[in-house]
């Protein structure tokens, strides 16, 4: 059917049709409008009828007319449609939109036609159709609303375009650059700073390296803070894998002087981080070191990790003096980075006597690789037995260092020296020489048997269940006896240093202990009581055994 015959002579059809939509009860106005949709009948008369519903405040009857406009698609919608882009249901408005974004091009010049005078909801309607048409012409009209400069409106349409340009391919996004990057260049004192800050973020969402001086021409002070504000985080979506040339890098330092610490500095520090610095700004650094912003304070001692001159390595030992604790840990990550400092650390190492600078040292020189030569691990194996002598503080960082710069020299001068200690009866200190024997992986039974009998030695031995304390020293014999083949029960009974009292003692408890060292106790009761038969300790070993069989 068609809205006209070839003679001009009318439909008799449809013109009952269109006087339903027009005159009839709200069913049958509906129910004309639905006919005419399902025909998609495009005829002028159609339209002005299903236009002239959407103008009414029935919802069910303006429900219909979109229902007429989404099946026929008439171009002539258009008009109809314009102002429901700023009606108060959301619904209705995406409807709208859909289909107005469905004309395509054509519907570009009336949209912005339309915008000229309709409401900000209106205007955002109207942006979101160009949006989704896309294409230059489509382009020229976001932009042109957003040389207005109504705030909450840019603000909107730029995270629009944003949304959009996500789902682009690569040659639509050139073409919203090449627009974008032409409404830029028209920007002039005139152009409302809403408008400019616009343009700018529209840039970094293209993120270009090419946008770079024009964005880099409003990070200076004299500009607004909202325009600095912006063009830096622009800059870095633009400059994302690139590096900076001096004169930028010399705008960028220019924001990180500036008195006040506020969210440009911090942009600008991101800007910054990852980019290579030449040597000649290492006096910069310097200087940025003096800075009243601890983050900025923090930063030059990071960027210093990325020289190695004597004079950037003498300034972050130095630093590791610092009170302040962010300044130590920063200034020690990037010593971590220069294996140069290696013999200036060293050097600063071994003439330290302060214990937390000591650990500080200690803990990045045991992350540079490469061995260490003998005469150094002698000269700090000294130190460390000094300061385990005095019970220096300072022993733990002397330690951590032999550990991580020769594990089997740290280990077999602390069990040599131990031993020798313990031989020597000299227990509170042979104790301090294999206690630290326990954080190596390599220790090993006789070393734990070395260290029990120490232990044993230095505490009272308390029988009466109510005075018993944990026994280091006897779950040290246990791990041996459960975990290993060494002859436990042979070095008990040779070892010199062990009476029999301390004998009777590791029976005594290990028979009212576990289940697994039992038999030990008992074999060294059993032994006592034979071999000291006459005297005190061998006849409680001897009556202990008796209770224990009763």
Not at 48 to 53: F, S
Not at 177 to 189: H, K, Q
Not at 359 to 378: H, M, N, P, S
């Amino acid at each position: 059917m068609a809205g006209k015959r070839p003679n001009g002579t009318r439909d008799p059809t449809l013109h009952g049709l269109l006087t339903l939509a027009r005159e009839g009860t709200v069913e049958r106005r509906c129910a004309a409008l639905l006919v005419l949709g399902s025909l998609k009948l495009q005829d002028d008369r159609v339209t002005e009828a299903a236009g002239a519903a959407l103008e009414q405040s029935n919802v069910v009857l303006k429900d219909y007319a979109l229902r007429y406009f989404e099946d026929a698609r008439p171009k002539s919608a258009i008009p109809f449609l314009l102002p429901l882009l700023a009606d108060s249901d959301e619904d209705v408005r995406a409807r709208v939109i859909r289909l107005l974004a469905g004309f395509g091009q054509a519907v570009v010049r009336p949209l912005l036609h339309h915008a000229s005078s309709a409401p900000p909801l209106g205007q955002l309607g109207v942006a979101k159709v160009l949006c989704a048409v896309r294409g230059k012409a489509a382009w020229k009209g976001v932009l042109q609303l957003l040389a207005r400069g109504d705030v909450e409106l840019n603000k909107t349409v730029c995270d629009l375009v944003a949304t959009t340009l996500r789902e682009m391919p690569a040659h639509e996004q050139d073409e919203l650059y090449g627009e974008v990057e032409a409404f830029a260049a028209a920007v002039d004192e005139h152009t409302p700073r809403t408008a400019v800050v616009s343009a700018i973020r529209l840039l970094g969402q293209c993120g270009r390296p090419q946008a770079r001086k024009w964005l880099f021409g409003f990070v200076a002070a004299d500009h607004h803070h909202a325009l600095r504000f912006h063009a830096l985080v622009a800059l870095l979506h633009c400059l994302s894998g690139q590096e900076l040339r001096k004169d930028e890098l010399d705008r960028l330092l220019a924001i990180l002087e500036e008195p006040e610490f506020s969210d440009l500095t911090r942009l600008t520090l991101e800007l910054l981080e990852s980019r290579t610095w030449s040597e000649a700004y290492q006096p910069v650094l310097a200087r940025l070191l003096e800075s009243p912003h601890l983050a900025v304070q923090k930063f030059a001692l990071r960027k210093m990790g990325e020289f190695s001159s004597p004079a950037v390595v003498r300034t972050l030992i130095q630093e590791l003096r610092d009170p302040d604790r962010m300044r130590r840990e920063a200034a020690a990550r990037s010593l971590r980075k220069i294996p140069a400092a290696r013999s200036a650390l060293l050097k600063a190492f071994l003439s330290c006597d302060d214990a937390s600078r000591a650990w500080a040292i200690a803990e990045i020189l045991a992350t540079y690789e490469g061995k260490w030569r003998r005469d150094i691990l002698d000269e700090v194996w000294q130190r460390l037995q000094t300061a385990l002598a005095a019970q220096d503080r300072i022993q733990g960082a002397y330690l951590y260092f032999l550990k991580h710069a020769d594990p089997a020299y740290a280990y077999a001068q602390l069990a040599g020296r131990g031993a020798q200690l313990k031989n020597a009866k000299k227990y509170h200190e042979a104790v301090r020489f294999l206690s630290p024997l326990a954080e190596f992986p390599t220790f090993n039974a006789e070393e734990k048997f070395a260290l029990a009998v120490v232990q044993l030695k230095l505490h009272p031995h308390e029988l009466a269940p109510t005075a018993r304390r944990p026994e280091p020293a006897l779950d040290l014999l246990a791990d041996i006896y459960r975990s290993s083949a060494f002859p436990l029960f042979e070095a008990l009974k040779k070892d010199p240093a062990l009476a029999p009292e301390d004998l009777f003692y590791i029976g005594f408890r290990f028979v009212e202990g576990m289940a697994e060292e039992r038999p030990l106790g008992e074999e060294i009761l059993g032994f006592l009581a034979r071999q000291y038969p006459r005297t005190t300790v061998g006849k409680s070993a001897k009556n202990k055994l008796k209770l224990l069989a009763a």
